[in-house]
């Protein structure tokens, strides 16, 4: 919303009107984004009924002071850092933090070989100047008479292209022991029948929104994620088999 990207509408799915309504990553990501709100909702309001119970724990306050003053801290001092008093403010907290690392990380990361990996469709360095940027007659006749050769000089050479195409397979792989958000239920939770409980329905929600995106990609009205020459948009779908798939979301950043 700082950007200008959506406003607040209480009459709007999610809370929030997109500015672009065909929008892949916002419509879902704000899908995801609520499935990891009630999972937070549950579990903090479970754990701390009332809201003296945040502000008086002194082992969570110390977490929380160490987010802001060691693992940032070089923004320790900055007038935005919200308050951690009540189970709101918690699950505004946790939320974002789980939502970084997994939903968000995931659609900029594991789609990168599907985008980038083909070179010509992301080049990753310019060898040469076009001859757009100040030709000289010489420079602008070979583009008109050659102009793939011009353009096969500007791209990156076949080894420096064959490096990038590795390194992006590497970032956009799944290992086959990847955890995926929502997949399998930590032990401690399965003794709490009201978090075992709540667990079950981020499984259940999560299995649903795979449905949902899949229902998405076929839709012809959808023209940012169907049609010809468009990659079906999953980088948001929560599970994925190993390898380089473009889609799934584990639940932390692991490089």
């Not at 709101?88 to 946790?94: N, P, R, S």
Request: proline content about 7%; overall charge negative.
């Amino acid at each position: 919303m700082n950007r200008g990207m959506a406003i607040e509408d209480e009459s709007a799915p999610h809370g929030i009107k997109l500015t672009i309504e065909d929008y892949p990553f916002a419509n879902d990501g704000l899908l995801l984004w609520d499935a990891i709100k009630e999972w937070a909702t549950a579990y903090i309001t479970f754990y701390y009924p009332q809201p003296n119970l945040v502000e008086s724990d002194e082992e969570l306050q110390s977490w929380w002071t160490e987010i802001r003053t060691v693992g940032h801290g070089d923004k320790k001092n900055e007038p935005w850092w919200p308050n951690l008093k009540t189970q709101q403010d918690l699950i505004k907290v946790v939320s974002t933090i789980m939502w970084v690392s997994s939903a968000h990380h995931s659609a900029v990361n594991f789609g990168q070989y599907d985008y980038a990996g083909y070179f010509p469709n992301r080049p990753t360095i310019a060898r040469v100047k076009m001859p757009n940027e100040d030709p000289t007659e010489e420079e602008w006749q070979t583009f008109l008479n050659k102009p793939e050769d011009v353009l096969l000089n500007c791209f990156p050479t076949k080894i420096q292209a064959t490096k990038v195409m590795a390194v992006l397979d590497v970032l956009s792989s799944h290992s086959l022991d990847e955890e995926y958000i929502g997949a399998n239920m930590e032990a401690e939770w399965g003794e709490e029948p009201a978090i075992k409980a709540a667990f079950e329905e981020f499984n259940r929600r999560l299995k649903e929104i795979e449905g949902i995106i899949d229902s998405r990609n076929c839709d012809p009205n959808l023209k940012n994620r169907y049609g010809a020459g468009l990659v079906p948009y999953e980088l948001l779908k929560p599970f994925s088999e190993h390898g380089v798939t473009g889609k799934g979301v584990p639940y932390s950043i692991s490089i």
